[in-house]
Each structure stands twice: as C-alpha cells, then as structure tokens.
C-alpha cells in the first residue's frame, strides 16, 4: 500500500514462506531462500525509504523485521538449521530515521534479536557456531547525532551470551567471544560512554 514501493521473493526449494507487507513509499524488500525446506520470512515495513534484505540458505530458520519510520536499512543472512533472527526499527511514536541494523549467523539453533529506537542508531551481530544467543537494544533522541553503535562476534563452540543496552547519544559497545561457555551483558546509560569485553577471543 502506498507509492513506488518495491518487493521481492525468490525461493529455490520447497515449503519456504515468505511474507511482505509495506504501507508508505519507496520501500525495497527482498528475500532470497534456497537450499532447503522450511524456511519462514517476513517483513513488515511503514514510512518511507526503508530497505530489508533476507538471506536464508538452510532449513527451518526463521527471520523477521519490522521497520517504521525514514531509510532505515536492515539486513539479515542465516545458513544452517533452525536459526531465528529478529529485527525491529522504530518501536518509538516518531519511527527509527538512518539506523542500520546487521545479523549474519552461520551454523545452527543461533538466535539474534535488535531493536533499535530513535535514530542514527547502528548494530551489527555476527554468530558462528551452536548455541549462541546475542540480543541488542539501542534507544536515543530524535534527530540527534550520533546514534549508538553495538557490534557483538562470537565465534564457533557453543554456549554464548552476549547482551548489549544503551540508552542516549554517542554509546559504543564492541563484544568479542569465543570458545564455549562465555556470558556477557552490557548496559550503557548516558552519553559517550564505551565499552569493550573479550573473552578467550583470538
């Protein structure tokens, strides 16, 4: 519903769903899933100018984003089994404006959450390996710059946890893990603050 909007769903293989909903104006969607069955992906996008891309190349992950406001991007790439990526930009009444949010997980049972408030707010998370688990949260002000930047790796053997909350403007959150067993949870309330964990990272 709306103007010039843009949507996109090619899937090579069977009992793969794929749903897209846009209401606004120059929207792209766009979903690619292959290699096997199973599959489930949705988009859901409002306002203006938003671009979701889904890449599922395994069996039975499932990826979701919703995006409200003004040219938001959000990207997601899962291969393996039974992964679950979740994106949501512009919870807040005004909308998300310039966010960009990230995920990217290869192996299995890998699950991403990122929500995103406000604007100028960026997020990236990268998962390889079983069992992980990385969750993100960025709120800030209208129209302020910068936003807050998170970015979370956590690398091959299972039993991660990574967490990152910020609240305000100019938040940095940088967490690295690898090897199995690690938990870390970050919260960043303020402006300008930073903060980096590694643990067992190569």
Do not use: C
Not at 11 to 25: E, P
Not at 47 to 55: A, D, E, L, N, R
Not at 107 to 128: C, F, L, M
Not at 130 to 141: E, H, P, R, Y
């Amino acid at each position: 519903m709306g103007n010039n909007n843009s949507a996109l769903a090619r899937q090579l293989s069977g009992a793969n769903v794929s749903t897209q909903t846009q209401s606004g104006t120059d929207h792209v969607a766009e979903v690619f899933q292959s290699g096997s069955e199973g599959n489930t992906a949705t988009q859901t996008q409002s306002g203006s100018f938003q671009k979701g891309y889904i890449t599922q190349l395994g069996s039975g992950n499932t990826a979701t984003q919703n995006q409200r406001g003004f040219q938001d991007r959000a990207t997601i790439t899962q291969l393996g089994l039974g992964n679950t990526a979740t994106q949501a930009q512009g919870g807040n009444p005004t909308g998300s404006w310039y966010s960009v949010a990230s995920i990217e997980q290869i192996g299995n049972s890998n699950i991403a959450s990122q929500t995103q408030q406000h604007d100028y707010q960026n997020a990236t998370i990268e998962q390889s390996g079983n069992g992980s688990t990385a969750i993100q949260n960025q709120s800030g002000v209208d129209f302020v710059e910068p936003g807050n930047r998170a970015y979370i790796d956590q690398d091959d053997m299972g039993g991660h946890f990574a967490r990152q909350t910020q609240v305000g403007i100019g938040n940095q959150a940088a967490t690295y893990q690898g090897m199995s067993g690690n938990s870390s949870d970050v919260m960043q309330s303020g402006n300008n603050n930073v903060s980096v964990v590694k643990q067992n990272h190569p």
